[in-house]
């Protein structure tokens, strides 16, 4: 089928970008000039590497809370169960397949958790498959061995538990749009959107801007590796779409990477994410631009609206605050 050999193709075509990504962010110095700040002196990318570290230590803390991380499943397929009805029983009750390095995690999280598995069966990873996203090309996702999806759940919730402390609410996509519709009528605010967002979140992004002990537990639940037909990819991305933590992951990162903008050049107005979909004063056209770029992100240039009466966010169109 031509539209599942496209989406492969764009897939690991990404997977090409993010493996020079990967070497950018890891050899990132102080030349590596991004924007002027407010009094017209350069960024780094070092420099928002450090206030984003600084930043996402103060909202998650340096070490794990294990006694607030709570590990559940989810109804989506896994590698040895599944989509449908049911589902969620058969994964705690039946669920077995694990990547080695998430193991500890599992027993550690699933100490009250009864009946535990006998045996864990031991994978390398997770599981490639497409769905339809539109007539020309699929949608490609990946189903996760349960066990790990387990522990990336509870990592998941409780990004989305500390995101709402700073206003980032992900149960609820009306504040965007809500935000959406006022940026079309006064031209305030600006809605980005991103191109293949979830897959371009690299290893070496996690490890430069999270405390050290996060980023070893979110490389410890990812799947290393990914099966596609009857071949094994080492993956340059750190987790893709049917990772449990993929979206929250992805949504801190973006509010954290558009916050550094803000701050350096002295610029105010309302921020809000979900998932990749970014609401952000206009000003920040520039250097949100150059950053997002630096870090391995495409912005959707045909979804995302920095002047003009039109924006979009979140599935709510506006032209001059009418809902089109």
Excluded at 20 to 26: D, E, P, S, V, Y
Excluded at 78 to 88: A, L, M, P, Q
Excluded at 139 to 168: H, S, W
Aim: contains cysteine; aromatic residues 10%.
């Amino acid at each position: 089928f031509p539209s599942h050999d496209r989406a492969i193709t764009k897939w690991l075509h990404r997977e090409e970008l993010n493996k020079a990504t990967n070497q950018r962010i890891k050899f990132a110095d102080e030349e590596d000039f991004l924007f002027l700040d407010g009094r017209g002196f350069p960024v780094s990318a070092v420099d928002v590497i450090n206030w984003c570290r600084s930043t996402v230590s103060s909202l998650l803390g340096e070490e794990i809370p294990w006694d607030k991380l709570s590990g559940s499943f989810t109804g989506g397929a896994s590698t040895s169960v599944k989509r449908g009805v049911g589902s969620i029983p058969k994964k705690y009750q039946g669920g077995t397949d694990i990547t080695e390095g998430a193991i500890w995690h599992y027993l550690r999280l699933s100490q009250s958790v009864q009946p535990l598995p006998r045996e864990l069966s031991v994978v390398s990873g997770n599981v490639m498959f497409t769905v339809p996203k539109t007539s020309e090309i699929d949608r490609v996702a990946c189903k996760e061995p349960e066990l790990n999806m387990y522990c990336q759940k509870a990592v998941g919730d409780y990004f989305r538990r500390r995101l709402k402390t700073v206003g980032i609410d992900l149960n609820d996509q009306s504040i965007n749009q809500e935000l959406a519709r006022i940026g079309s009528i006064d031209g305030s605010l600006a809605t980005v959107d991103l191109s293949s967002a979830s897959d371009s979140v690299t290893k070496q992004l996690v490890i430069a801007i999270f405390p050290f002990e996060w980023s070893s537990l979110l490389l410890d639940l990812r799947s290393p590796e990914t099966r596609i037909g009857n071949e094994w990819h080492l993956n340059e991305m750190l987790s893709s779409m049917g990772n449990a933590f993929t979206f929250e992951l992805e949504s801190l990162l973006f509010w954290v990477l558009t916050r550094a903008c803000a701050y350096f050049t002295h610029t105010s107005g309302r921020i809000s994410v979900y998932g990749d979909d970014i609401i952000c004063p206009s000003g920040l056209h520039d250097s949100l631009g150059a950053t997002l770029e630096f870090f391995g992100f495409s912005q959707n240039t045909k979804k995302s609206f920095w002047s003009g009466p039109f924006r979009e966010s979140c599935g709510k169109h506006w032209f001059s605050g009418s809902e089109v």
